[in-house]
């Protein structure tokens, strides 16, 4: 499965070849191929669909006791990990790599970052790419397939904008053995950063429990996080999204109860009203605990909400939960999540069908202008089913609208204008 999925040029490709062999694997490579779908429809701009397609929960934190409103009050994350960054050397916060909701706060967070003082910018999707700099903007050669998902491009193009110096660091000579690539990618850090530049304060975007400072969630592995303050002496500030992220749109966890306990359109960090300090649900594997915003509306599941006084606030027409939360995969009308707008920098853009003369499934990328179609795409969008429409989210500026077949081949190509506010 792994040497076809190489061999596939893109996303969509990807995505196609995983549903047709899903059926014939067994059940344990069925979650795999479930997984690989996840990180293909997030690289599509089905980030509603991704989380959907692979819901993954980490582990329950043990003897975990939930914060109460009456000692605890949710703050802005931003403000919060800002704050707390301040007097730091080290800033280390994680992601879901099929969730790209998470990749938004760290995007968002680069400019205050920046301005606090802190010089450079280690992501793990990042490869050798020796003309990125001067270039300012990543190819799908420049790293893993996860840096073909828009919101981890722009990430790269923002820190490339602020003036961070990055660093790739990754360990790929460590496969299959995670305390080598967990030692590793802290030795890169060192070798590559501090050993050039004592002074240096570094932001580190990292997957799951890389962002770890003690032994835990990687089993008996001293993880990233832990092996660099070993290191350097420095103590990090570790942010992690992992843990209370949406997987399912119903349901009695930890994450619905906190969500609904403290509600908030935005990624949220809990503070002691009475100390100031920030809220850990897991305080000796990392400093904060963020909470991410609901965004799998009915909508979102491809299904019409309306009032219905006899049935409750919505209802779900034509079908019921049981079709919207099992076939939502024949849908393609589906409400992209709000967040796509980073609170207010980026515009929706409405696009459809027509711009695929026809021609389903069809892969719709805006690109700036100026950029080559090898460039990852500011946003992206896949029609699977014909007559759908839908919005594409970009800051202010021209773009060229790129329209493609699963064979690659262009259908459609535009230049449009994005207003400001």
Same mark, same amino acid.
Not at 145 to 161: S, T
């Given at each position: 499965?792994?040497?076809?999925?190489?061999?596939?040029?893109?996303?969509?490709?990807?995505?196609?070849?995983?549903?047709?062999?899903?059926?014939?694997?067994?059940?344990?490579?069925?979650? &795999?191929?479930?997984?690989?779908?996840?990180?293909?429809?997030?690289?599509?701009?089905?980030?509603?669909?991704?989380?959907?397609?692979?819901?993954?929960?980490?582990?329950?934190?043990?003897?975990?006791?939930?914060?109460?409103?009456?000692?605890? =009050?949710?703050?802005?994350?931003?403000?919060?990990?800002?704050?707390?960054?301040?007097?730091?050397?080290?800033?280390?916060?994680?992601?879901?790599?099929?969730?790209?909701?998470?990749?938004?706060?760290?995007?968002?967070?680069?400019?205050?970052?920046?301005?606090?003082?802190?010089?450079?910018?280690?992501? +793990?999707?990042?490869?050798?790419?020796?003309?990125?700099?001067?270039?300012?903007?990543?190819?799908?050669?420049?790293?893993?397939?996860?840096?073909?998902?828009?919101?981890?491009? +722009?990430?790269?193009?923002?820190?490339?904008?602020?003036?961070?110096?990055?660093?790739?660091?990754?360990?790929?000579?460590?496969?299959?053995?995670?305390?080598?690539?967990?030692?590793?990618?802290?030795?890169? &850090?060192?070798?590559?950063?501090?050993?050039?530049?004592?002074?240096?304060?570094?932001?580190?975007?990292?997957?799951?429990?890389?962002?770890?400072?003690?032994?835990?969630?990687?089993?008996?592995?001293?993880?990233?996080?832990?092996?660099?303050?070993?290191?350097?002496?420095?103590?990090?500030?570790?942010?992690?999204?992992?843990?209370?992220?949406?997987?399912?749109?119903?349901?009695?966890?930890?994450?619905?109860?906190?969500?609904?306990?403290?509600?908030?359109?935005?990624?949220?960090?809990?503070?002691?009203?009475?100390?100031?300090?920030?809220?850990?649900?897991?305080?000796?594997?990392?400093?904060?605990?963020?909470?991410?915003?609901?965004?799998?509306?009915?909508?979102?599941?491809?299904?019409?909400?309306?009032?219905?006084?006899?049935?409750?606030?919505?209802?779900?027409?034509?079908?019921?939960?049981?079709?919207?939360?099992?076939?939502?995969?024949?849908?393609?009308?589906?409400?992209?999540?709000?967040?796509?707008?980073?609170?207010? =920098?980026?515009?929706?853009?409405?696009?459809?069908?027509?711009?695929?003369?026809?021609?389903?499934?069809?892969?719709?990328?805006?690109?700036?202008?100026?950029?080559?179609?090898?460039?990852?795409?500011?946003?992206?969008?896949?029609?699977?089913?014909?007559?759908?429409?839908?919005?594409?989210?970009?800051?202010?500026?021209?773009?060229?609208?790129?329209?493609?077949?699963?064979?690659?081949?262009?259908?459609?190509?535009?230049?449009?204008?994005?207003?400001?506010?």
């Amino acid at each position: 499965m792994f040497v076809a999925l190489s061999k596939r040029p893109d996303p969509l490709a990807r995505y196609q070849y995983l549903q047709t062999i899903k059926p014939e694997l067994s059940v344990a490579n069925q979650g &795999l191929a479930a997984q690989m779908s996840a990180f293909a429809l997030s690289e599509l701009g089905l980030y509603s669909r991704a989380v959907l397609e692979f819901p993954l929960r980490m582990e329950p934190v043990p003897g975990l006791i939930l914060p109460e409103a009456q000692a605890w =009050q949710a703050e802005d994350a931003l403000d919060v990990i800002a704050r707390e960054a301040a007097s730091r050397r080290i800033v280390m916060i994680n992601e879901v790599h099929h969730n790209a909701q998470t990749r938004a706060l760290t995007l968002q967070l680069l400019p205050r970052l920046r301005a606090a003082g802190f010089t450079h910018l280690a992501i +793990e999707a990042l490869g050798n790419d020796p003309g990125l700099t001067k270039r300012g903007y990543p190819l799908r050669s420049s790293g893993t397939e996860y840096l073909q998902e828009p919101l981890y491009g +722009e990430i790269v193009r923002q820190g490339l904008r602020l003036g961070f110096i990055l660093v790739p660091y990754d360990d790929d000579s460590a496969a299959g053995n995670t305390q080598a690539r967990e030692s590793g990618q802290a030795r890169n &850090l060192y070798d590559r950063v501090f050993a050039k530049d004592s002074q240096a304060r570094l932001v580190v975007a990292a997957g799951y429990a890389h962002v770890d400072k003690a032994i835990g969630r990687l089993g008996r592995a001293r993880p990233m996080a832990m092996a660099l303050a070993e290191l350097t002496g420095v103590d990090p500030l570790s942010v992690d999204q992992a843990q209370f992220v949406e997987a399912q749109r119903n349901g009695e966890d930890d994450y619905q109860l906190l969500t609904a306990r403290f509600p908030s359109d935005v990624p949220e960090v809990l503070v002691d009203r009475t100390s100031g300090r920030p809220w850990s649900a897991a305080p000796k594997l990392y400093d904060i605990s963020v909470i991410s915003p609901r965004s799998l509306t009915l909508g979102a599941l491809g299904a019409a909400e309306v009032d219905d006084p006899v049935h409750g606030r919505y209802r779900i027409l034509n079908s019921g939960m049981q079709m919207a939360t099992q076939a939502f995969v024949a849908f393609n009308d589906m409400q992209r999540p709000a967040w796509l707008t980073l609170g207010g =920098q980026r515009r929706s853009y409405p696009i459809d069908t027509r711009l695929c003369r026809e021609q389903i499934p069809c892969v719709v990328e805006a690109h700036y202008v100026g950029e080559p179609d090898l460039a990852t795409p500011a946003d992206i969008y896949a029609f699977l089913k014909p007559t759908s429409s839908a919005k594409l989210y970009l800051r202010p500026g021209r773009y060229r609208l790129l329209a493609r077949s699963d064979q690659g081949r262009t259908l459609s190509q535009t230049v449009i204008d994005v207003a400001g506010p």
